[in-house]
């Protein structure tokens, strides 16, 4: 049985001729009849009883009609579902990003797919990177924007790359800190520390390392938090001293209310941002609208950061000496 055969039951039922039945299915009326004829057979009961040239539905036809009426709309539906998918105006779509990220980009991204797709249904996570990773596996998501290293040798997962993200240590505009030069580990640690929760594992270690700290890290930070408008209130209103991206950051230098401070070392930890999907996933329209939000996005922080974030100065090679008090911090 098949939705044609359906059709032309129903044209026969609403018509009361298999001859104007015929005309309107654009069949011949031996056609017709056999199309009839094997729908019977499947279903293994007369729909019709044949009397003075005429067909006049039995009691299994009547009772039939209405579910048969179900399965040609439900049909026609499911391709106009479909349809409207392939133009980007139904369906579901899922994803995330870090909390520096979803700072700036998450509701005008939010907004626009609203606007442009008000049948589309959205979810969204802010977490880690290993934390969305995670998520995406399990399929709970259709992609995020996170650290491109993650699945750098992970031949089920697909990445874009699409920033590549400096950091620094940052604070108000006027802490005692601001235009001193080349500030140590240690002037830092004379000030709380605030650690960024979304910030994942081999950031920490980079950044271990690089300044002789003892792990875990976060027993260095009087706070940890993974809301970057928490962290940034703590920032402006304290002198408390934040490591950063140029992304989380870039507005509030802009602002003037944030400043990037000189550090020796300075916090040269390489990090590349991206679209993160599985492979061998069609994109729907949906997703390919999303990933033209946020290439557009990560192009205007690019053009902003580049006029608005110092320059990064070249890392200086410590002396011994130097190399023996960074290594004794805690």
Not at 184 to 194: Q, R, S
Not at 213 to 232: C, E, G, I, K
Not at 281 to 286: D, L
Request: glycine share 8%; aromatic share 6%; with cysteine.
């Amino acid at each position: 049985m098949n939705t044609r055969q359906l059709r032309h039951f129903l044209a026969v039922m609403d018509l009361g001729s298999l001859s104007a039945a015929a005309e309107v299915v654009h069949l011949s009326l031996p056609a017709l009849s056999r199309s009839l004829r094997s729908l019977e057979d499947e279903l293994r009961v007369p729909l019709f009883d044949r009397q003075d040239r005429r067909l006049r539905p039995t009691p299994y036809a009547l009772v039939y009609a209405e579910r048969a009426r179900r399965i040609v709309f439900d049909e026609k539906e499911g391709a106009r579902t479909l349809s409207l998918m392939r133009a980007g105006e139904l369906g579901s779509l899922h994803f995330g990003m870090g909390s520096s990220i979803a700072r700036t980009l998450m509701a005008p991204m939010l907004l626009q797919l609203l606007s442009d797709t008000p049948g589309l249904s959205l979810g969204t996570a802010v977490h880690s990177t290993d934390t969305l990773l995670a998520a995406l596996r399990r399929e709970e998501l259709d992609f995020f924007i996170g650290d491109i290293d993650s699945v750098a040798h992970d031949t089920e997962m697909r990445a874009e790359p699409i920033y590549d993200c400096t950091f620094g240590w940052f604070a108000r505009r006027g802490h005692p800190l601001d235009g001193q030069a080349s500030v140590g580990i240690d002037a830092l640690k004379a000030y709380p520390l605030i650690g960024a929760g979304y910030a994942g594992q081999p950031l920490f270690d980079k950044m271990a390392a690089l300044y002789g700290l003892s792990m875990p890290l976060q027993d260095h930070f009087a706070v940890s938090t993974n809301d970057v408008s928490t962290m940034l209130t703590l920032l402006t209103s304290s002198d408390a001293i934040a490591p950063g991206t140029d992304v989380s950051m870039v507005a509030d230098l802009r602002k003037g209310v944030v400043v990037k401070l000189d550090v020796d070392p300075p916090l040269d930890i390489q990090l590349t941002l991206g679209i993160i999907e599985r492979a061998g996933r069609t994109r729907v329209p949906a997703v390919e609208r999303a990933f033209g939000i946020i290439r557009a996005h990560f192009a205007a922080v690019a053009e902003e950061a580049a006029q608005h974030m110092p320059p990064a100065k070249p890392r200086r090679t410590a002396s011994p000496g130097r190399r023996r008090r960074l290594s004794g911090g805690t």
